[in-house]
């Protein structure tokens, strides 16, 4: 039997392969993900981001033991669902103490059947490792998986990417990391959809819970100052009770309090999470999230795709006294693009 349909048939040990091949950039392997692309679409991914610590590993693994027992959409009423988990760490090495962690984390959910563990780090460039979890994210969801959690570390660019390959982000944050809270600073609420202040169990939950909500707040200016979620559609709100044809409905993001380490607030984010799915499938907005993943990753592999082409014509000669001359000051940097794509195009 060939790889792509043992994937499909649930074969673990051949997805395991697969991913393997996928981050290894191996020619074959990228050819069985293009034969399983009509296969997938189904899966929710859900992001989960924030700084190192705050929990998000401890987070994952009491969400997917939740998820698993209980399920994730509500309304789909057909028992517990195949869950994969992605957990990247861009700054470690690939045989880090963070993966380590992570595994051990994840002991518990290790031994069930309907659960696959992913771990990633970078192995190179970022770009590389973005394009690569969007890979494995297309495999496990080819090959069945119907939730997949993606975990990243950070703020980072490639960590902000990735996160918004997912259909709903969650922003993890922690007390007592400091004076300011870590998302605020590193730019990070526009693309929560979520907010969990997890160790809810330390002092200093409340603190950072009202942090967040105030600048929430600022984005948000009719967000309730209490912080409790609002589903009323924004241009409704805004429209003052005058009728609106078919107003676009907004999203305001929820701040819920959490406890990993006490197993506290876990349900109700699998609850907001379900919520924002079904405000994305009533909206539109699941269709326009998939519009804009495959205009990022084509334009992405376009880039990668010409930029090797370009290479691959150009002698090395040429480039070096291309560069030579910008060091030199002879011609600027954008002149020297010129000039060797005019040498080639010539
Ligand atoms: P990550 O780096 O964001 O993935 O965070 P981890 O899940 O590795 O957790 C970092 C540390 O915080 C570990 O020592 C955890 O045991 C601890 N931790 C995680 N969640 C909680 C929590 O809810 N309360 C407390 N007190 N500690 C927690």
């Not at 929710?44 to 994730?72: E, F, N, Q, Y």
């Not at 993001?253 to 380490?261: F, G, K, M």
Request: charged fraction near 20%; include cysteine.
């Amino acid at each position: 039997m060939d790889l792509a349909a043992a994937v499909l048939q649930g074969d673990r040990l051949a997805l395991a392969r697969l991913l393997t091949a996928i981050e290894d950039e191996d020619p074959a392997g990228l050819a069985v993900l293009s034969d399983l692309y009509p296969h997938g679409g189904k899966a929710d991914r859900i992001g989960i981001t924030g700084p190192p610590g705050s929990g998000k590993s401890s987070l994952v693994a009491r969400l997917a033991a939740h998820i698993r027992r209980c399920g994730l959409r509500s309304g789909a009423g057909s028992g517990p669902a195949k869950l994969a988990v992605v957990a990247i760490d861009p700054s470690s090495p690939f045989t880090g103490g963070a993966i380590l962690g992570d595994r051990i984390r994840m002991r518990d959910l290790a031994g069930d059947p309907g659960v696959f563990i992913r771990s990633m780090a970078s192995r190179g460039a970022l770009g590389g490792l973005a394009q690569a979890t969007f890979g494995t994210v297309q495999a496990l969801d080819a090959a069945g998986y119907q939730v997949i959690l993606i975990e990243t570390v950070g703020a980072g660019q490639a960590e902000v990417e990735i996160a918004s390959t997912a259909h709903t982000t969650v922003v993890v944050e922690a007390p007592g990391m400091g004076d300011d809270v870590q998302a605020i600073k590193a730019g990070i609420l526009e693309i929560a959809d979520i907010l969990v202040v997890n160790k809810a169990d330390l002092p200093g939950a409340d603190n950072a819970m009202r942090q967040l909500q105030a600048a929430l707040a600022l984005g948000y200016p009719e967000h309730p100052a209490e912080g409790h979620a609002h589903h009323a559609p924004l241009s409704e709100r805004e429209s003052q009770g005058r009728p609106q044809p078919a107003p676009p409905a907004g999203w305001v993001p929820e701040v819920l309090a959490t406890s990993a380490l006490k197993d506290t607030g876990i349900p109700n984010v699998v609850e907001a999470i379900d919520r924002h799915l079904s405000y994305l499938d009533a909206t539109g907005g699941r269709q326009a999230l998939e519009a804009r993943r495959a205009e990022r990753e084509v334009e992405h592999l376009l880039q990668q795709r010409l930029a090797e082409w370009f290479h691959g014509r150009l002698a090395a000669d040429r480039l070096d006294e291309a560069l030579r001359r910008v060091v030199e000051r002879q011609i600027s940097p954008r002149q020297a693009v010129e000039l060797l794509t005019r040498e080639l195009a010539g």
